[in-house]
């Protein structure tokens, strides 16, 4: 039957030091690399193939994509990066210190900014450091400003729809290594999470998260794969 992987990358370097992400590109660390390798070893434990890949432009995601795949063997099948499956863009707070937002913003504040469905962040200033507009890798895309939960949900379900579950109807077994925000709309769709509950979902990294379709396409119930 068809089945669908999400795995969120492994640690971050802003992972671990507690900074705003977003678009900007950041490297795993070693934890998030043993993360990445650990998640293909269990596909390949609880034999979990992936025949086909989607991922972001990110190189978080995308290594661990490739780590996962050598982990379990499947290095060689096809995949597709797309910035559809890009991270959530944090607009001015990208690069910021997540505790020092805090301090000066107010915990309620910065609460709203992360976890709220619709309220984006600050719009990131023309000239910032993290000014991705000149990135070789977005030619052509309109860079986002900033984006909420709900206009990340905007560009990630329309890929969904169009490019990844027509693979998937065709009884491939995918996988999509992305971020915590574009796969927080793929499970939000899914799993028919409301706009009020999905701000309290958060998805861990480096655990696979597999989905198994019906003949009708209707997604089953969404299971962590170590647990099964």
Known sequence: MP???LVRHGQSQWNLENRFTGWWDVDLTDKGVSEAIAAGELLAAKNVLPTRAFTSLQTRAIRTLHLAL????RLWIPET??????ER????LTGLDKQETRDRHGDEQVHIWRRSFDVPPPVMEDGSDY???ADARYA????????SLKLTIERVLPYWESEILPVLASGET???????NSLRALVKHLSGISDDDITGLEIPTGQPIVYEFDDAMNPGERQYLKDR
């Not at 050598?70 to 063997?73: D, Q, R, T």
């Not at 990066?81 to 890009?86: C, E, V």
């Not at 052509?140 to 984006?147: M, Q, W």
């Open 3 to 5: 089945t669908l992987i």
């Open 70 to 73: 050598e982990a379990c063997g």
């Open 81 to 86: 990066k797309n910035w559809h499956l890009n």
């Open 89 to 92: 863009h944090y607009g001015g």
């Open 131 to 133: 000014d991705l507009a």
């Open 140 to 147: 052509g895309i309109d860079v986002p400003r900033t984006e």
């Open 174 to 180: 995918v996988i999509v290594s992305a971020h915590g």
